[in-house]
């Protein structure tokens, strides 16, 4: 849980500005808490009920299953500096079978991208997309439709880009070589794991856009699956979203089908690991989301690249924030973010 | 998400305390981040595939629902004070259907007992126990045994002792006269609901025992069904738990088999609302828990009672923490926990 030496020092003119707090090193926060968005009533009948005991030593008790349920609500934990230097706070909003705990941590146990971002000045909101983490998810099929979809530890190092085969003996596994991702703590990592619904987009637009309705004006960082979701929500509410970092996003709206003008006034930064020519998965999605930026330039948007291998940072996988040099990129990103003017 | 004049007006001492940051009432936070604890490989065979896309917009991907995963573990989210008036952290636990959002806010949308004790001068961990939130959940029935239960509104609002029947329309739902309890945000309090599983507890109980040996020494605050999970767990590690604050726990180890002499020098304290003895479920759930205090006690220990009806504070439902008054019963806790001279 230590800080690297790396991001102590990359922080000090943060920590320089944060008025009262600049003698101790730490960070001035207002206020942390966490709410939740959206979500629908629902009401269950005709299920048979059952009997349980909820915890050793308390009586039983007749369950009844039917009855009126919230679903389709998201959930975001809030910090908020008392003198943040950016004009907007940023929403962190995470990818696919995964929680918000991706900005939060790393697998070594060093801090993520989160505490980075609150060192640069920003007041942060890490969210739960529907069905995920402390969202909640809701029964199935009579509500989600379909089934829950868990990630196997395979999926994970072979998807993310860790390592080309996977082996259950860490001995045995083979990582790419020159990978920047701890390798050592993968199966620490795979704890991260949250199970996912393959029919729930709509529910988590929805939420998603009510969320930026109440949240913003905002900066949103966007990874991997909630690229789409990031993207959509801009679409709709361009006023409200200041720029968009999307890191390795694995989709989109279709270019050639959409109007990006409205987009016309978000900047918006894509960020790719190293790897992806060698996997014919990414390189398509690189490829998609190279088609859509171009199209946003066209349209008078500015669609900027961190393509980071050829800038000669090279080992990225798919979980740039996990990797070791994460405080790098998370530096680039906040470069990128003051030439947009959002933060001092 | 602004701050009650109360709080703030409560939490003035603690700010002046606050070396750096007192002219701008926040507090200086040192380094915020979460972990994952526990856990155990599994895995499953036999399964068929199934095709599916990820995102729209992205390829779709043949998925093999077989192979190695991790199950059991939980998650923590934790803020460290810079300069903390405590001698260890606090760890907040959650009850049965809910997660670590029981202490992160309140259904107004005023933060919870975590940043209470927060300006309070604690470094505090809110965590989600195994199977709920961002702590993730396993496959059912290859890996956790039966199925998850759902709560209904219903069962909220009339376990938890808001109200004596409940309707599906809020203008007719009767709550309990006097009750502190925001009512006209109880269906924004239900999002906050998780499935569980009635057959986890060992699992629970094993990851919470790690949480401790890692996380420890401490005090740790335990809602409802946590509170069989933290007696167990202190009574095997006594000289990691340094106080336990026991908010109308719903279980426990049997005393009269139970050796309690570990807990000696474990101070606890047992926090209980109003209208108890108008619930068969909760009397006898009290009595209980009043019957191990007593061995407790007998035992050599100390077990203190803050029966809030008995002080004359009227109104509590069994979510005190979300109760209108909750600053005045996190300011009760902290007077106690001042007087184990575990705070400043």
Redesign the interface.
Known sequence: ?G?AMRTVAVALPAIALL??????????????????IG?E?V?LKGLPTKK????????P?T????????AG?M?T???????PRASVPMLMWHG?GL???TY??KPD????W??DF?RDGWSVYVS?AVER??A????YPEIFQGE???R????AWELFRIGKTYA?DPKSRQAIPGTLFPIADF??F??????RW?TN?ERTQRAYDQYVQQACPCVIVVHS?G??FALTSALKYPDKVKAVVLVEP?????PDKTDLAPLRNVPMLWVWGDYIQDYP?WK??KE?QERFRAALNQAGGQGDLLDLPAKGIHGNSHMIMMDTNSRQISGLIQDWLKTQGLVR
């Open positions: 849980m800080i008025a009262g707090c600049a003698q101790t090193g730490g960070i001035n926060v207002k206020e942390v808490g966490s709410y939740h979500g009533p009401t349980m005991v909820y915890s050793p030593g308390s009586p008790v369950l009844n299953p039917n009855g009126d349920f919230v609500q959930y934990r809030y910090t908020i500096l008392e003198n696919g929680s918000g705990t939060e941590t146990g060093k801090p993520g989160e505490m609150l739960d983490g402390r909640s998810w809701a029964r829950p979809v868990f196997t530890k395979k999926e259950s199966d620490q795979t704890k991260q794991s949250i199970p393959a987009d699956q690229g789409n694995s989709g989109s709206p279709d998965f398509s999605i998609r």
